[in-house]
């Protein structure tokens, strides 16, 4: 199993501006890679219980060199449920959460 990337973007108001300079670095490593299906970044809210949610970035393993210039730490792959597509293809979904149902998204 190859490895993903999380990293903490802040809370819902202020993970904007991160989340932008994810996208725009995404883009360039994207293209000159020719545009691999198993590239992509997701995104979802998480609360734990918290007042503020916090805002959590998922680099797929083919978006290692991007999670790795942003110091995201390795961790397991993620549910899609609740997941939000920020970087790559819609094909990513089905490419990366073969196992998955649409309706889980």
């Known amino acids: 199993m190859e490895t993903w990337y999380s990293l903490s973007l802040g809370d819902g108001m202020t993970s904007g501006m991160l989340s932008t300079e994810i996208e725009t670095a995404f883009a ?5 890679a020719s545009k691999p299906q198993t590239m992509a970044v997701f995104t979802r809210s998480e609360s734990e219980g918290r007042l503020h949610c916090e805002v959590i970035a998922y680099f797929s393993p083919a978006a290692r060199d991007l999670a790795k210039a ?6 397991v ?4 449920e609740g997941l939000s597509l920020l970087a790559g293809e819609d094909v990513a979904w ?12």
């Open 28 to 32: 360039r490593l994207f293209e000159a």
């Open 70 to 75: 942003f110091d995201a730490e390795p961790c």
């Open 77 to 80: 792959q993620p549910s899609p």
């Open 94 to 105: 089905s490419v990366l959460f073969s196992q998955s149902t649409d309706a889980s998204r």
